[in-house]
């Protein structure tokens, strides 16, 4: 009955009165893991704050990024379209595109995707502008170089984002970032994003409705401690026997398989003490109530490398770059406005479902063809999605020794295929989420269901393909 209310409530706020439309801030975090957040599990790292808005929030259990790696899943965050649709299917520009590798020792080369996110696609940005908002970008953007910044899709104010994933100047002024000023000497670049975006909120134009976006190069690397909060992790690692991180090894690399690593604790516990700030602000200023809040990664966390990586998501498999749990599932909140309380929904959910859910639950019209994403207004109304599938396509290789690959879900099973052997892998994510018993010849029934459905899939997307690579020696 609660939800009811709540979704009623909100239409009539939205579209009864025109002048009072409900605010948008969105938060997103680059390369958050789903165990990074300490209400899913963490005996190391702090996030008292983002744990605190999951408290009136609808958290998702099972949300997961539309990709392993960042700029697919911004793409499809921007579109409501899967990243196949777009041919973003790698991080931009990828590894194959700046020849990081020796290509003799890869049995496939990589498809050739797109470097920027088209002009010709309507963003959220867009609609939102057409609707009457103030639209604002702040922190990483990664989909495309100038002429495709996001000034360039809708956004009115565009602060940091540019074409580069990681901060080229590392996380403390001089930053090196063509769109955002140098700071005084000492600055944190989250929290400076942050303050940009409070201050956009403060000077906004009050007869408009804003929808902020704020992107937070956090937590990716470079892995650079965080001096207000890294003497705290160092003196709490002390308190633990087991000082340092486990791995096990996954292919060619190895997986963390604990929290021990100060340095990354501190950038997410700044990560976090931000979204408290704003939060807190919205809250002082009596705009938290009227605010839908987004808070979400665009990948799992870097947890799997040829070396010992910063973080772990166990008891995920794998992490970044893979399709295995712990490379796609994420840590996701969506707090409607009036919303003060919280409802953990079950139901798989992905990144390109945010594009229909946010402007839905809005009241904002749009008309956009082969929009991918799923409202997930249904499921606050005690309603089943119409979905059965979910998939994903990564036929690139990876900094963290993935191999080209798709993966499909249904209910409660997921195959996941690798395309140099063409070997598949089928896992029953209810009895095992962690990926641990590959049922594949045990049901070759249901992975032949799956394998043909993943190719209808891929022809309807006009997915891109890997082929032979014809300077491979063995």
Excluded at 102 to 126: F, Q, S, V, W
Excluded at 180 to 191: N, Q, V
Excluded at 193 to 221: G, M, Q, W
């Amino acid at each position: 009955m609660k939800k009811f209310y709540l979704i009623i409530s909100l239409i009539i706020l939205s579209c009864s009165n025109p002048n009072n439309k409900p605010n948008l801030l969105f938060i997103l975090v680059d390369d958050l893991g789903w165990t990074d957040v300490s209400y899913n599990g963490s005996d190391f790292y702090e996030t008292y704050n983002i744990d605190r808005l999951s408290l009136s929030s609808m958290l998702f259990f099972n949300a997961y990024a539309s990709s392993s790696v960042c700029s697919p899943t911004r793409a499809s965050i921007m579109t409501g379209k899967h990243p196949a649709r777009l041919n973003i299917t790698d991080w931009i520009p990828g590894l194959e595109e700046q020849n990081y590798y020796d290509i003799t020792k890869n049995i496939l080369n990589g498809p050739k995707d797109r470097n920027e996110l088209p002009l010709n696609e309507t963003t959220i940005a867009e609609v939102l502008k057409m609707n009457g908002y103030k639209t604002f970008y702040c922190g990483k953007w990664h989909l495309g170089s100038e002429g495709y910044y996001p000034e360039d899709q809708g956004f009115d104010i565009n602060i940091g984002g540019f074409e580069k994933g990681s901060p080229m100047g590392g996380y403390y002024s001089p930053y090196k970032n063509p769109k955002l000023s140098d700071g005084p000497e000492g600055e944190y670049l989250t929290d400076r994003l942050t303050n940009e975006t409070i201050d956009f909120i403060e000077s906004r134009d009050k007869s408009k409705p804003f929808a902020a976006f704020l992107s937070f190069y956090n937590v990716h690397t470079p892995i650079q401690e965080n001096k207000e909060f890294y003497d705290y992790y160092l003196e709490k690692l002390n308190g633990y026997e087991d000082k340092e991180p486990l791995t096990k090894k996954e292919g060619d690399a190895k997986t963390v398989l604990n929290h021990r690593n100060p340095k990354y604790a501190s950038m997410v516990h700044a990560t976090d003490n931000n979204v408290g700030k704003i939060i807190n602000y919205l809250k002082k200023n009596e705009l938290f109530d009227n605010t839908l809040i987004v808070f979400t990664s665009d990948n799992g966390g870097l947890s799997t490398q040829g070396k010992v990586a910063p973080t772990s998501v166990y008891p995920l498999r794998a992490g970044k770059g893979w399709l295995y749990e712990g490379g796609i599932k994420i840590p996701q909140l969506i707090k409607l406005p009036g919303q003060a309380y919280r409802e953990i929904i079950y139901e798989p959910v992905v990144s390109h479902d945010l594009f229909p859910t946010i402007l839905n639950a809005m009241g904002l019209k749009y008309e956009i063809d082969n929009i991918d994403g799923m409202d997930l207004n249904a499921l606050f109304l005690n309603k089943e999605l119409d979905r059965e599938y979910i998939f994903w396509h990564f036929p690139h290789y990876h900094g963290s020794l993935w191999k080209p690959g798709s993966a499909i879900r249904n209910k409660g099973w997921k195959l996941v295929q690798f395309y140099e052997e063409n070997t598949k892998e089928l896992y029953n994510l209810y009895d095992d989420f962690s990926e641990s018993s590959n049922l594949a010849d045990t049901y070759p029934e249901i992975v032949d269901n799956l394998s043909k459905k993943m190719e209808e899939i891929k022809l309807d997307l006009n997915a891109n393909k890997t082929t032979i690579n014809q300077n491979y020696k063995k």
